[in-house]
């Protein structure tokens, strides 16, 4: 891809852009997990946990440069988020359904994830055409400080959600429909 006299910053910032839109998937989720009183259910958790894997992609794309590699992580998360948002799309398909959690904007979160993995998936596949390995010189130069925020907030997103997750389930299995956090004793309201 070339940007400038230095191809291998475009894809950086092209990744970094990518990852900052799946922090602020994380964030939105997380977020709403609060503001509503909804707990995810273990399907929510396997699309949270599948866009972090993508993100990882792209932060390693910043990170190291860019590698067939890191966009195969992305796509393989991202198919794996897709099953994952496909079925709970197809659990609440039939009519009278009220499906599962507040809508956003009309549509439910696992039907926005599914949306979400088709563009990661789409993203990776236009980065792969476009885009190939620099090779070493990437490696020397130094991530810029936005680049490093970031992966900053990608990271401390993604340990929020470990740990929220970690409070709603234990060490344990989710339940199927979450009604409070098991490490805090509270109830989420009705």
């Given amino acids: 891809m070339i940007f400038s006299r230095n191809p291998a910053r475009g894809s950086r910032i092209l990744n970094g852009l990518a990852l900052l839109g799946v922090s602020a998937i994380l964030c939105m989720a997380f977020a709403w997990q609060f503001v509503y009183d909804e707990l995810p259910c273990p399907l929510c958790l396997l699309q949270r946990v599948a866009l972090i ?7 390693l794309n910043m990170r190291l440069g860019p590698s067939p590699m890191h966009y195969a992580m992305s796509i393989a998360a991202s198919l794996g988020g897709m099953v994952a948002s496909g079925r709970q799309v197809l659990l609440h398909i039939a009519p009278g359904d009220p499906g599962y959690g507040t809508p956003f904007l009309g549509l439910h979160f696992y039907t926005w994830a599914f949306i979400a993995f088709s563009a990661i998936i789409v993203f990776c596949v236009l ?14 130069k130094p991530v810029s400080a936005l680049g490093m925020m970031v992966m900053a907030l990608f990271f ?3 340990l929020a959600n470990v740990g929220s997750t970690t409070l709603e389930c234990g060490f344990g299995p989710c339940p199927d429909n979450p009604e409070s956090y098991l490490l805090l004793g509270t109830a989420a309201a009705p």
């Fill in 53 to 59: 894997l993508a993100g990882v992609g792209f932060l």
């Fill in 127 to 140: 980065m792969l055409s476009a885009d190939r390995k620099w090779g070493d010189s990437m490696l020397k």
């Fill in 156 to 158: 401390i997103t993604a």
